[in-house]
């Protein structure tokens, strides 16, 4: 099983984007795949996860009303997005999945690369 993130980028406050967790070798009705974030000199947070069985989806309360977490799974693929997008949230940013896991996921089984969003003016 392989997860490969992507779409970070530069943004300003209050501004918008799109990432995207490409699962490979795996179904996603079978994996809760949760997006973590580490900030610099930060331990790394669990911001929002979906799970396998139901799609039903959680939200760390710093992200709720703000981000959205989806899947299209004839395509294997999860989307964060992040929209009123606050300085707070520069990070880099990744995904991991846990199979057969509920949300918010306990256990890690596989990791995917991070990719760096930084809020700022």
């Known amino acids: 099983v392989q997860l490969q993130a992507s779409g970070g980028g530069l943004v300003q406050p209050g501004g918008s984007l799109r990432l995207s967790c490409a699962v490979s070798?795996?179904?996603?009705?079978?994996?809760?795949i949760t997006w973590f974030r580490q900030a610099p000199g930060k331990e790394r947070e669990g911001v929002s996860c979906i799970s396998g069985s139901d799609g039903s989806a959680y939200y760390e309360d710093s992200v709720k009303g703000r981000f959205t977490i989806s899947r299209l799974n004839a395509k294997t693929t999860v989307y964060l997005d992040m929209h009123s997008l606050r300085p707070e949230d520069t990070a880099v940013y990744y995904c991991a999945a846990d199979y057969l896991g509920n949300c918010p996921m306990r256990s890690v089984d596989y990791w995917g690369q991070g990719t760096l969003v930084t809020v700022s003016s």
């Open positions: 070798g795996a179904s996603l009705d079978y994996y809760a």
